[in-house]
C-alpha cells in the first residue's frame, strides 16, 4: 500500500501542499504569539483545519480559476506552467485562506477587519512565494524521487 501512495501521480504535489501549509502555520502561529508562547498544541489544532481548508480551496476554487485563466490567456499560456500555475494559485489560496482565518481568529483591530486583512494577506503572501518555490518544493520533490527511487514500483496487477 506504501508503494502505490509513494507512486500515485499527485503524491508530490499532495506532500508538498501539506509541507506547505505546516510551515506557513507554523510561521503565522510565530508571528501572532511570538517565539516564547507558540506551542505545539495550537498547531497540533490548527494544521489539520488549516490543510483540509487549503485543500478543498485548492480543489474546488483555486485550481479551477487558474486553469481557465490558463486556458484562456494568450500571455498566461506563453508563461513556463510550473511556475504560473502554482504563483497563481498561492495567491488565490492565500487571499481566501487568510481571509476565513483572519474572521474566524478574531486577528484583527474590531471595525479594522480590512486593513489587518490586507496587512495578513500581505505578509503571508511575501513569505509563502520564496519559501514555496525556493525551499519547500525542491526539497519535497527531491525527497519524493529518492524515496520512489528506494521503494520499488508497484506491480501492475496490485493496481
Not at 28 to 52: C, D, K, M, S
Not at 122 to 133: K, W
Request: aromatic residues 16%; charged residues 15%.
Amino acid at each position: 500500500m506504501i508503494r502505490k501512495i509513494i507512486h500515485h501521480p499527485e503524491a508530490s504535489g499532495l506532500a508538498v501542499m501539506a509541507t506547505m501549509v505546516f510551515c506557513m502555520s507554523n510561521y503565522n502561529l510565530v508571528w501572532r504569539y511570538g517565539f516564547g508562547n507558540h506551542h505545539f498544541q495550537h498547531e497540533a489544532v490548527i494544521y489539520p483545519i488549516a490543510l483540509t481548508l487549503v485543500f478543498l480551496t485548492k480543489k474546488f476554487i483555486s485550481g479551477p480559476i487558474v486553469g481557465h485563466l490558463h486556458k484562456r490567456s494568450q500571455w498566461l499560456s506563453q508563461q513556463p506552467r510550473h511556475i504560473s500555475f502554482p504563483f497563481l494559485v498561492i495567491s488565490c489560496n492565500t487571499l481566501i485562506v487568510i481571509a476565513v482565518t483572519t474572521l474566524v481568529f478574531k486577528n484583527y483591530v474590531p471595525s479594522h477587519y480590512l486593513f489587518d486583512y490586507l496587512r495578513n494577506w500581505i505578509r503571508a503572501f511575501v513569505v509563502a512565494i520564496p519559501v514555496f518555490f525556493f525551499i519547500v518544493r525542491p526539497l519535497v520533490t527531491r525527497f519524493m524521487k529518492w524515496l520512489q527511487s528506494k521503494v520499488a514500483a508497484p506491480m501492475l496487477e496490485e493496481m
